[in-house]
């Protein structure tokens, strides 16, 4: 979905000529309509709004055509903005911003394909496993106590 400048201001939270300035300033891509108007990609939004430390929305999204409706019965999933794809051989690096954490998985250059992944584009992490393990930082052990006598 393709945004006028107003319509992205209004998303990102910020006025009309800020959002200018950052365009001017070459901070936010985007491209111009025949009048010389600028629009700005949906997916460029969700980029400035992970870069500010706010997640995308998680609001319904029309599916192109010859897209697949998919459900998913997993719990764990962790939406957030592609910070980098690395290639080498057959696989692939994909590091996922989730607000201020950062998400590594590895999967196949295949798939990176298939699922057009590039930097600055949404994506979600899905997470399946049987167990999870928690872990604090130890607090260091206390000397042993000598008795008197």
Known sequence: ?????RQAAAR???????LK??????????TRTEGGHHRIAETEVERLLARQGRLP???????PDGGAIVAISGRNQL???IDEVRMEGLL???????????LTAVITRDAVSALKLRRGN???AIIKST????????????APRRRRK
């Open 1 to 5: 979905m393709i945004l006028t400048v």
């Open 12 to 18: 990102l939270g910020v006025s009309y000529s800020t």
């Open 21 to 30: 300035q950052w365009i001017f300033k070459g901070s936010v891509r985007t």
């Open 57 to 63: 929305s998680a609001r319904a999204r029309s599916v």
């Open 79 to 81: 939406r957030g903005i």
């Open 92 to 102: 692939a690096q994909v590091r996922l911003r989730i607000g201020d954490q950062t």
């Open 122 to 124: 949404p994506a979600m």
């Open 131 to 142: 167990e999870v393990m928690i872990a604090t930082e130890a607090e260091p052990p206390e």
